[in-house]
């Protein structure tokens, strides 16, 4: 019996077969805490991580942490974390620099009975009390318009306490000007990390039957130093003239997620 040309064809076949093998792309992996169940345990701070996320889900877990009280428009590309600290401790989970929309979920408990914590876009801040485990969901919230996560970049350290107004003074001297604005000046010092400041003035003066009422803001460094502040107040209803006048001055320091504040209020003069 002749089996050649069979044989030479079944040959043919397993080379060929073999060859769409080897040609076939590798396919990437989901990352190993696409699931809740495979949530990384951070363990000390700071944490920080890289994690290609092109390739995560979502699922019906990142569904019910998100529609726990947050509302994110989507939770694409979710990779999961997880918290646990032995007292209690005030973290922040930043996901800013990441090159995609990056959204963020903390909630506790488990799937089926998730509790949100708190969430929002690019970052959040959260106080985890001592043996409380608290589920970390970093997510692609689509507010960029499209696409399945890319580069996420995660950190969650200890948060930095906010700005703090160690002074705020008021010169017992102002000065009117031909205008009829008033110039209020004194000190301030701010400590700690602001990403902006600015510091509110009143100014309340009874001219004959009527009360003239004014108000000015100015910014400030934080930066520890002593500045001297001036604001000129301006008013709806009148003219400052010379004579006594009250005023209260609120100053705001904020940072990331916190605001620091000082207020201060004098009776001061108004002098040409």
Not at 45 to 58: G, M
Not at 162 to 190: Q, W
Request: aromatic share 8%; glycine share 12%; proline share 5%.
């Amino acid at each position: 019996m002749h089996r050649g040309p069979f044989r030479a064809t079944t040959a043919l076949t397993i080379v060929a077969l073999m060859t769409l093998v080897l040609a076939a792309p590798t396919l990437a992996a989901a990352p190993s805490n696409d699931t809740h169940a495979g949530s990384v345990a951070v363990s000390s701070f700071p944490f920080t991580a890289s994690l290609d996320t092109t390739e995560a889900t979502t699922d019906a877990d990142d569904a019910e942490a998100n529609t726990a009280d947050c509302g994110a428009p989507a939770t694409d590309a979710s990779v999961w974390y997880s918290v646990t600290t032995a007292s209690d401790t005030d973290l922040v989970v930043d996901v800013a620099s990441s090159d995609y929309s990056a959204g963020v979920i903390v909630a506790t408990g488990s799937p089926g009975s998730f509790a949100l914590v708190t969430c929002g876009p690019g970052g959040v801040a959260f106080t985890a009390l001592a043996g409380e485990t608290y589920s970390i969901l970093a997510f692609d919230d689509q507010l960029d318009g499209g696409g399945n996560g890319g580069m996420l970049n995660i950190t969650v350290d200890l948060l930095p306490p906010p700005p703090t107004i160690d002074e705020l003074t008021i010169d017992g001297v102002a000065h009117f000007t031909k205008a009829g604005s008033a110039i209020v000046s004194g000190t301030i010092v701010c400590n700690g990390q602001a990403d902006f400041s600015f510091l509110d003035v009143q100014l309340r003066q009874r001219v004959g039957r009527v009360y003239i009422n004014g108000f000015g803001e100015a910014g400030f460094p934080c930066d520890g130093s002593t500045y001297h502040w001036s604001v000129e107040v301006f008013s709806d209803n009148g003219l400052f003239k010379g004579g006594k006048a009250a005023t209260v001055s609120v100053a705001f320091a904020c940072g990331p997620f916190f605001c620091g504040d000082g207020f201060a209020e004098a009776r001061i003069q108004l002098k040409r």
